[in-house]
């Protein structure tokens, strides 16, 4: 069965500090990982997308990488700002434009 | 700026009524457009896949005439909710492919409407 799992299911920082997002995932074929930002009310934003050759691709302060041996992908967030709280959702394509999509981590980001 | 286009955001109304959301696509054209349903705490779940001037693929268990879909033009896909019930209450999201080839290329999302049913 084609399942992201992602955690943890929330976590709450403060303002400045680093986190880290995990997603494993047993989605095949694989052709691409995705993480996206979703803040409330409003639809995904893509942060980073990351095909089997690459294992890691910033987009600001958000850092992504994958290890498709173990189908495993983490997102890395940096000094992290209020802005930040949001749901962040790993999705998983198989190559299709069929998307599998993680619960997806709610972060809050305290002043 | 917004690449896809949705409206309405948030709808209120009675049990009964049909209810009709449109996704426009706004930099490119879109032969395909993607329809999903999102519960609160959930991960979004396709619904129906709407490709321009031909039927759309509806996902398992999602009943075709309880959704309709219309992509009749390369920028607009519409979803109508018939009959709506407050259990079709939930956060509906379209997303645009992007025009470009490759692996890599992202999906671009609607800010979604919040659908309320009384």
């Known amino acids: 069965k084609n399942q992201v799992e992602q955690s943890p299911q929330s976590l709450i920082i403060l303002e400045g500090k680093n986190c880290t997002l995990q997603?494993?995932?047993?989605?095949?074929?694989?052709?691409?990982l995705r993480w996206y930002k979703q803040d409330t009310g409003r639809g995904p934003v893509s942060l980073t997308i990351?095909?089997?050759?690459?294992n890691t691709k910033s987009n600001g302060r958000y850092t992504a990488t994958l290890d498709a041996d173990t189908k495993q992908s983490s997102l890395h967030i940096t000094a992290s700002q209020l802005s930040d709280s949001a749901s962040y959702i790993c999705?998983?394509?198989?190559?299709?434009?069929?998307?599998?999509f993680g619960a997806g981590t709610t972060v809050t980001v305290r002043a | 700026g917004a690449v896809v286009s949705q409206h309405p955001s948030w709808v209120i109304c009675k049990s009964g009524t049909s209810v009709k959301i449109e996704c426009r696509s706004l930099d490119f054209q879109a032969t395909t457009m993607f329809w999903y349903r999102q519960f609160p705490k959930q991960s979004l779940m396709l619904m129906a896949t709407s490709n321009e001037g031909s039927k759309a693929t509806y996902e398992q268990g999602v009943e075709k005439d309880k959704f309709l879909i219309n992509h009749a033009s390369l920028t607009l896909s519409t979803l109508t909710v018939t009959s709506a019930h407050p259990e079709d209450s939930s956060f509906y999201i379209c997303?645009?492919?992007?025009?470009?080839?490759?692996?890599?290329?992202?999906?671009?999302f609607g800010d979604g409407t919040r659908l309320s049913i009384l």
């Open positions: 997603c494993n995932y047993t989605v095949s074929p694989f052709s691409n």
């Open positions: 990351m095909t089997f050759s690459e």
């Open positions: 997303s645009v492919k992007s025009s470009g080839t490759g692996i890599g290329q992202p999906q671009h």
């Open positions: 999705v998983v394509s198989r190559g299709d434009y069929k998307l599998s």
